[in-house]
């Protein structure tokens, strides 16, 4: 029971608490405006934000199994939460307890996916549509926070039309805003890069404070979070009716998997640098009982958050004792502080976003799955050669284009056509053998011409499954190459690189000997597929291919065969 309740905590040392003190006071720097900002794009107070961030960081950290994954309101979300209620509330609705109800939807609707384990669903999203996705949500955070970085109105819409709105607003920066935006940037960069022992999110959040009421930066127009409410929530149910809740449930699941995905993608990501795994179930149970405790206290819905974690980690969090600190001193703010945040420059809280995700632009990566090709794949799968590239930019280009979670949506929907293109169309290798010795090897006779095949022999390896799906395929090649063999007695299929066989393929390899006979030669099945064996024997099916235990003993046998006829 104890490993459940705190997974992130398994192995800590005492060493980690100041680096994850010291972690959570920088992701506490960048949660309270974040969240307060959050709250407005979701059509609530701003204090609602940070409502939601108190539970959602304390009771992920018992739940969940990132490390180093921050759960508080977040901006996709946000703006999806916004729709839901806005398409629920009509005239008369209240949109804040609608808002803390949709909240309570996604808790229940993410604990019951836990507890079914529907965790597994994580893994048709494929680290290439992971890698896409990632990217997308990071470049459309950060073209979100340019207005507030040079003092424009921005747009709305996609990444493109956000990009489209904000060219047509260049003569209308305000210099004030340009100057705190750009300064905070180079700030952040400096403090990172010169002093990295610091927490340079807090130190130039601080800073900017301190300017601003200096200066009195606030009154020359400089747009700052404004007013934020005092006191801790009320804790309770929202009073919403029966079916407005039931209306709720069906945007809770679309909230659920774009919180999952996103969260499970910041979560993979700092655990693959970091040596160790997450799992997805309890990763949907964390999320669950985060948005539930959100939502008993007058909160909106909250996920894991790919901005505020690289803030985590790059402040060298070791586990979830930073986000612990970072609620306690939310909790703080809600009674003492508030005043203080008021007067943080927008413009300053966008340069903190912006360098925090930035680095989760990964370029590289990209280039590298477009490097993952060969000459052989583009012969055998032509367009789905770079299949890994194909998935990754079109998990990209469609949140771009569409939104979080249709881009989730895309870059799956094409990771398992080209999945399903690539296993209708296996490699089938032609094999030669490697001397005259018992035992000998068989090799690739295309890549290695010096050794001769078997005269009469065809000698094969179908390099995937034999299914429903490329079975006509693999007999019509098979034919083929069959045809191109002068004096054919003998194909021999070589089960090693054919790890499993359906029905539908078994019928056709009964169906495959049948043409090779009515032509004069006859199919052997070797080396470990007994597979093939067991569902030919299940199917009942007659005139199964003969099994034996080596290439060289099915050869042989054809060979004897030939001498006895």
């Known amino acids: 029971m104890a490993s459940f309740l705190a997974p992130s905590f398994s192995g800590y040392q005492r060493t980690s608490v100041r680096?994850?003190?010291?972690?959570?006071?920088?992701?506490?720097?960048?949660?309270?405006?974040?969240?307060?900002?959050?709250?407005?794009?979701?059509?609530?107070?701003?204090?609602?934000?940070?409502?939601?961030?108190?539970?959602?960081?304390?009771?992920?950290?018992?739940?969940?199994?990132?490390?180093?994954?921050?759960?508080?309101?977040?901006?996709?979300?946000?703006?999806?939460?916004?729709?839901?209620?806005?398409?629920?509330?009509?005239?008369?609705?209240?949109?804040?307890?609608?808002?803390?109800?949709?909240?309570?939807?996604?808790?229940?609707?993410?604990?019951?996916?836990?507890?079914?384990?529907?965790?597994?669903?994580?893994?048709?999203?494929?680290?290439?549509?992971?890698?896409?996705?990632?990217?997308?949500?990071?470049?459309?955070?950060?073209?979100?926070?340019?207005?507030?970085?040079?003092?424009?109105?921005?747009?709305?819409?996609?990444?493109?039309?956000?990009?489209?709105a904000l060219l047509g607003q260049l003569g209308d920066i305000d210099p004030l805003t340009l100057v705190v935006g750009l300064a905070s940037l180079v700030a952040l960069v400096v403090v990172r890069r010169t002093m990295p022992f610091l927490p340079g999110s807090l130190v130039v959040v601080l800073l900017a404070i301190g300017a601003a009421l200096l200066f009195g930066l606030g009154d020359r127009g400089?747009?700052?979070?404004?007013?934020?409410?005092?006191?801790?929530?009320?804790?309770?149910?929202?009073?919403?009716?029966?079916?407005?809740?039931?209306?709720?449930?069906?945007?809770?699941?679309?909230?659920?998997?774009?919180?999952?995905?996103?969260?499970?993608?910041?979560?993979?990501?700092?655990?693959?640098?970091?040596?160790?795994?997450?799992?997805?179930?309890?990763?949907?149970?964390?999320?669950?009982?985060?948005?539930?405790?959100?939502?008993?206290?007058?909160?909106?819905?909250?996920?894991?958050?790919?901005?505020?974690?690289?803030?985590?980690?790059?402040?060298?969090?070791?586990?979830?004792?930073?986000?612990?600190?970072?609620?306690?001193?939310?909790?703080?703010?809600?009674?003492?502080?508030?005043?203080?945040?008021?007067?943080?420059?927008?413009?300053?809280?966008?340069a903190v976003v912006v360098v925090a995700v930035v680095e989760l632009v990964d370029v590289r990566s990209l280039r590298r799955l477009w490097r993952v090709r060969t000459g052989r794949l583009v012969h055998v799968y032509q367009v789905t050669a770079r299949a890994d590239f194909m998935a990754a930019g079109a998990a990209l280009l469609g949140v771009l284009i569409f939104d979080t979670l249709p881009g989730l949506v895309i870059g799956i929907a094409v990771s398992l056509i080209l999945l399903l293109a690539r296993s209708s169309r296996p490699r089938i290798t032609v094999l030669a053998p490697v001397g005259d010795e018992p035992g000998r090897p068989w090799v690739d006779a295309e890549r290695n011409p010096g050794y001769p095949t078997v005269p009469g022999v065809l000698a094969v390896r179908v390099e995937g499954p034999l299914i429903f799906a490329n079975a006509e395929y693999v007999r019509a090649r098979l034919r083929e190459l069959a045809a191109q063999e002068p004096g054919l007695r003998l194909v021999v299929l070589d089960g090693r690189a054919t790890p499993s066989v359906d029905v539908t393929a078994a019928a056709m390899l009964v169906q495959l000997r049948g043409d090779l006979r009515r032509d004069g030669g006859d199919l052997a099945l070797a080396e470990g597929i007994g597979q093939v064996r067991d569902v030919l024997a299940r199917v009942g099916a007659e005139g199964e291919p003969p099994l034996f235990t080596t290439l060289d003993e099915a050869v042989r046998a054809g060979h004897d065969s030939d001498e006895t006829a």
């Open 222 to 350: 400089l747009a700052v979070v404004g007013h934020i409410d005092a006191g801790l929530p009320r804790v309770g149910l929202p009073d919403v009716t029966g079916p407005q809740f039931t209306e709720l449930l069906g945007g809770a699941v679309g909230l659920m998997l774009v919180g999952f995905a996103e969260g499970l993608g910041a979560a993979k990501t700092y655990a693959a640098t970091r040596g160790y795994d997450v799992d997805p179930n309890r990763e949907l149970v964390g999320l669950g009982i985060s948005n539930l405790g959100s939502g008993v206290l007058s909160g909106m819905v909250v996920n894991g958050s790919l901005s505020k974690t690289a803030v985590n980690a790059s402040a060298g969090a070791r586990s979830q004792v930073s986000a612990l600190t970072a609620a306690a001193l939310t909790i703080l703010t809600l009674l003492f502080l508030t005043g203080v945040f008021e007067q943080l420059p927008l413009a300053t809280l966008a």
């Open 19 to 164: 680096p994850d003190i010291i972690a959570g006071l920088a992701v506490w720097a960048v949660l309270v405006p974040e969240s307060l900002a959050y709250a407005t794009i979701a059509g609530v107070p701003p204090v609602v934000g940070l409502y939601a961030a108190v539970p959602a960081l304390a009771l992920y950290a018992i739940a969940g199994t990132s490390r180093q994954l921050v759960v508080s309101p977040m901006s996709a979300t946000a703006a999806l939460s916004a729709g839901i209620v806005a398409s629920v509330a009509g005239a008369d609705g209240d949109p804040v307890a609608l808002t803390t109800a949709l909240a309570l939807a996604t808790g229940i609707v993410a604990i019951i996916a836990g507890l079914l384990r529907l965790g597994f669903l994580a893994a048709f999203i494929s680290e290439p549509v992971l890698k896409g996705f990632i990217i997308g949500l990071a470049l459309t955070i950060m073209i979100g926070q340019v207005p507030d970085l040079i003092g424009v109105e921005g747009g709305r819409g996609s990444f493109f039309e956000k990009s489209w």
